[in-house]
């Protein structure tokens, strides 16, 4: 794409979509979905009883090739995930966690004081933190002190695929860190969702449920790739400002019929004004 | 003497060791293990040892979002 | 793309994305864009003087290997649009027209009554007709009555960039009719408006100010192309309802430290309900 | 006599034909020709009798949204 | 309220609210929703079968001492909208007429074509005709060519409650045509739709369903009243224009326990800056 | 108004307004605009220098007769509210203070951790804490849990007049705690936007910039008692269904010049359906 | 004879008027009157003399939106 | 000796009370005092003897949103 990549804790990333793992049909359907959407990571969960039976979803993901990025979904407190991330670390053996601290079970949001206690205690651990939160600058400020290096702020609540349902806090938050990696994860549903945050200037996108819950989970990866990549093209090419007033793309001067004597009778003339 | 293993009460010879303990779980690979909610690296199964009613926490890749 | 290509009178097109030759800063950038678009049609226009100098404008249109669709723009009335269609015809030896009948000169919109009366004749005289319409049912289902096989609602007015305003009565215009192509034209801005409109199941998109007027035209025609497929596949790949209440991606069964014993020891468990 | 080209009086020997004013104006190519609002096919250039103020068009491809 | 108020063919209204009698419950809960509203104007239709039987609409209707405005609601061409309008001149005794010609019987959108003819036949007969439109700016100017004094856009369809849903050009019609009176006739459901196309400056809005299907219509019909009335009086009180940036109302200046000396000791200050 | 009114703290308040004192451009206005909004509370705040010249901001507060909520406005810390707070106490004689702790100088958000430890701590004090918050529900669980027995959500940053920008998370804070009392604060600009939050269920709003900055305060505080009034009304009115299909509000029955020989020649027939 | 009132096929006598009909039918009050989709005036119903397979129209003020 | 009244450097002679303070400064009424960031009631001004260095804040009622 001829420009640099995103570059995270350092790893230079070959895409800018993270895909999620979990409420695919089928071990087949998540591997055919992982080539389409090509995603720079794959997100995880460390649970008690193995991943899926027969091809171990271990071998699924090495034969992925893909860098993974454990979660701590689910975590209620903040002492919850960091054990969590701990046993991840040494499953995984990875320093990234994708940091979940969960403050209310119905909205899934974030909870902004455990998110920050547990981002602390992990940078002190060595952990790579990529925090899901809200769009609250004051959250991501403290991330941020805590050592964060990215910020995952949430489109919209977990699974529900509104797309970005609060725009013009989630893009001041954008222009207000301008320098800060920022992926947008959780509640985008479509690929126009994924194309509009790239087009604000967000870094990438993570998704699972939009793409899991597809009726063709293959063919929406794809869409997805094809989205991010576009958004991001769009945000790098300077798009067009928004106008209140129509203004004609075909030229007016030299229309047939008119009166309009002005343009000389056959000199040529350079059309696009 | 009893620990727990993901939350199930398992009774297991005394001056069992974690790696004992493994042997009879025998969970799939790969996984990895808490005891009493600290991670014991691989390394360590055969030294640690287990005393009734520690929590073994025994967990392996899993989907997720 | 393995589906059936998008097929307007009896022509089977290559790309759903068609582009406008108008408001590019030099030829070249023209050239490459178009390259990059890879749209299956380009628009052009008829006008009393040369279109650009040196490499004749001429040369660029064969060149591309386009289909080219002539418009009306600038047209206030029926009559009008009709001379400048027959000229259209005569000058570019082809039966398409894409049919523009002004109706306000601030905010360009199609005038109902002489766009009607225009498609009317124009279907008489053997042209495959285009119409740049509203998302007024009347005015599109008097257009098809006309003759006319295909639609081109607006999604803003022309030149404006906003995207798709009015979009709950652009989608049910689109549902009403499911076996009209129709093709948004008109007020695009940004990549995710077109990814947004073929999202739902609009046929295809029309743009130039959007790619002419960005920054960087070429990456931005690189980009729409992107969004186009990516818009399509999406609404082929049957996309996630959004939801209202949150649900976690990640399964919860399972979850380490939990007092939750029911998950059986060590039981391989198939994690993906 | 005298015709409008493109809106523009324009003096030309008396019974020319649209191929003599075409001559004289030398339009770049690729053009197209309408008299009085009526489209005059290629073949007919040298046919068409102009008349003292006829209208004539005379078009060529432009840029177009 | 101290403004002069609206008039519509000469006749100064008392208030800027329609009501329609469509939809209620029963007859005394359309009278008490009447004095709620206290509306300028009350829309009826002409029926084959008789009002509401025992109390008959026809004595609801005089004892409501209001102007009534009877419509051609459910025609389908401009004839039968026209013959409709004569027998309702007959019936009330009125010059007025809501012209209704609807385009299609599923989103009962106006037919701008069968609109246009009847309201020049309708003037022409010297109806004072009140055009149920859409916001065309086209299809106005014609309605206001043919000697309609009034435009009466929708907000959205009929019976829908959605509200102003193409927002942009419903404004762009109302500042488009400044002196015009138009009153937002179908698809208001909450007193804060109403409140907002009277900021726009709408002249009026007429509403039925929206009170007669309330659980309690006359405490929504009191609602709307206020609803109109706070809309106007925004719109005449020259609202804050919407800022990107956070302004303290607060002053600054003087905070305690701050070492911004600059405040003189105790010399009194002008606090609003 | 016929319902039981809004109690904050024990107190039965006459209306659902709050208003802030802030910006107008005299006292005489300030006064005017009091009484035309006729409000529960008025906001204030402490200041090293005295209010308003000549007749003093004390009188003007003392005769408006209001209920005085003092602001802790621009404090960057919990202490620094905290202490504010106590000097308001002393100074107001009231143990009512408006929490607000800023997160950010250029959004003026809340910031959540400053704003929990300070309510914790006027809690204790014997402060009732109006706490103004963002839409979070994490951070409004621990102000209630703090003490907190009233929250004030933002609709948008202080003093932008958007409106409320995230209303879909606004609606589901309001839906998620049903019995807590809930007023709108910071970032009403219009009416519309006042009877908007009312209808959602909100209990009041608190508003400031939106009248001072008005260039008819008074008229503007009218129009915002209106609103709220209106907003409150339709919410407890129950309000139609927004639907996706029309729905003719006259009925169809009975049309004349049509075939429909089902109605019985003349017998009556209730019109209602 | 037959005339249809709202699409009623309805006999009456033979050379009828509509004031006839009307005491006939004997429509609620207030009504208005139409006769092959001409609007007769009150004033008009006595002189009103009805054919053979008219169609007669009699509205009444309802509800309407 | 010095303190600072609302951040401005303030001379008063030695023992001097609040009470003497506020004679001396005599803010409009009505306000409120804090002496090193302690509210100091209305009623404890005499009996609150200030030291050099206190830093007292002086309030008034001010406009607020």
């Not at chain 1, 040494?90 to 547990?118: C, S, W, Y």
Request: aromatic content about 6%; overall charge negative.
């Amino acid at each position: 794409m001829g420009e640099k990549p995103l570059t995270l804790y350092g790893q230079a990333l070959a895409s800018r979509m993270l895909l999620g793992t979990a409420r695919y049909d089928s071990p087949s359907v998540l591997v055919d979905a992982i080539a389409a959407a090509d995603p720079a990571m794959l997100t995880v969960s460390v649970r008690r009883q193995a991943g899926v039976a027969g091809r171990t979803f271990w071998n699924l993901l090495r034969e992925s090739g893909r860098t993974i990025l454990p979660n701590t979904a689910g975590c209620l407190s903040a002492q919850e995930a960091v054990k969590t991330a701990c046993l991840a670390r040494e499953l995984f053996d990875t320093k990234r966690i994708k940091l979940e601290v969960i403050g209310d079970e119905v909205n899934l949001q974030p909870d902004p004081f455990g998110l920050v206690d547990a981002a602390i205690e992990l940078v002190r651990l060595g952990f790579q933190v990529f925090p899901y939160c809200t769009e609250d600058w004051v959250v991501c400020r403290r991330l941020l002190d805590a050592g964060c290096e990215v910020l995952m702020p949430w489109a919209a609540p977990i699974g529900t695929g509104q797309g970005p349902r609060n725009p013009r806090a989630l893009r001041e938050l954008r222009d207000h860190l301008p320098t800060v990696p920022m992926i947008v994860d959780a509640g985008i549903g479509l690929p126009s969702h994924a194309c509009q945050v790239m087009e604000w200037g967000f870094d990438g996108v993570l998704l699972n449920t939009a793409v899991s819950r597809a009726l063709d989970p293959v063919k929406m990866a794809s869409a997805f790739a094809d989205a991010i990549r576009s958004g991001r093209a769009g945000f790098k090419a300077g798009p067009m400002i928004s106008q209140d007033i129509a203004t004609s793309s075909t030229p007016e001067i030299g229309r047939p019929f008119t009166l309009d004597s002005t343009a000389p009778a056959e000199a040529p003339m350079l059309t696009s004004p | 003497m009893f620990v727990t293993v993901n939350g199930q009460k398992t009774s297991l010879p005394e001056l069992s060791t974690l790696a004992g303990l493994l042997r009879q779980v025998a969970p799939a690979f790969p996984f990895a293990v808490a005891r009493n909610e600290e991670v014991v690296p691989r390394e360590s199964y055969e030294q640690c040892r287990l005393q009734p009613g520690d929590a073994i926490e025994i967990v392996h890749p899993a989907a997720g979002g």
